[in-house]
């Protein structure tokens, strides 16, 4: 199944010329989130975002607790699938559950809830991950997150797809080869 958002006309003229036209798709690309036995997993996605994760929060099923921000309510269909885990909703206009972005959500619940810090995997905008370092940064909770680029080339040869890491040696990293999934405590914001 492909998700297209409410404004992307491109991809849905695309895809809706032709039901039975055979398209070709590149992928999967990079590198993926790494999991490990943890009991449980803190999945965080911002609109779109939910894309990025969706198999994941399937496969992780009931060790995933999910927190999932969009505009409003109208935006929930892109959960709608999602079953078997916890589902907590920002809208930014209230319209559904938290009022608010969904990091605020997230505190609110560590808060509420005296949870310990539990590795959390992420897709969403830049700003939510800059949200997220400014919340984990006193415990330096694990935190992975999928960024989402335009991909010209999908193979790392136009080096279109970058984003500035930490690392001195080799600052700048491709989201198509050695992404898309990066500790958010080595890229730079």
Not at 21 to 45: C, E, M, W
Request: hydrophobic share 35%; charged share 25%; net charge positive.
């Amino acid at each position: 199944m492909i998700r297209l958002p409410p404004r992307a006309t491109k991809s849905r003229s695309s895809a809706a010329s032709d039901v039975y036209k055979r398209q070709s798709i590149l992928g999967p690309l990079g590198n993926g989130f790494h999991l490990n036995d943890t009991d449980n997993y803190h999945v965080v996605a911002g609109g779109i975002g939910i894309a990025g994760v969706n198999m994941l929060i399937k496969r992780l099923g009931k060790r995933a607790s999910v927190f999932f921000g969009c505009n409003s309510k109208d935006e929930l269909q892109l959960i709608k699938d999602i079953k078997g885990s916890d589902v907590k909703i920002a809208t930014l206009d209230g319209s559904e559950g938290y009022k608010g972005n969904v990091v605020d959500l997230l505190e609110n619940y560590l808060i509420s809830t005296k949870t310990e810090m539990v590795e959390t995997l992420v897709c969403g905008p830049k700003g939510m991950y800059e949200g997220l370092r400014g919340l984990f940064e006193k415990t330096g909770t694990p935190c992975q997150v999928l960024v989402e680029e335009r991909m010209a080339c999908g193979f790392g040869l136009c080096f279109g797809c970058v984003i500035r890491t930490t690392d001195d040696k080799e600052p700048y990293k491709r989201i198509c080869k050695e992404g898309p999934v990066f500790d958010l405590w080595k890229i730079s914001l």
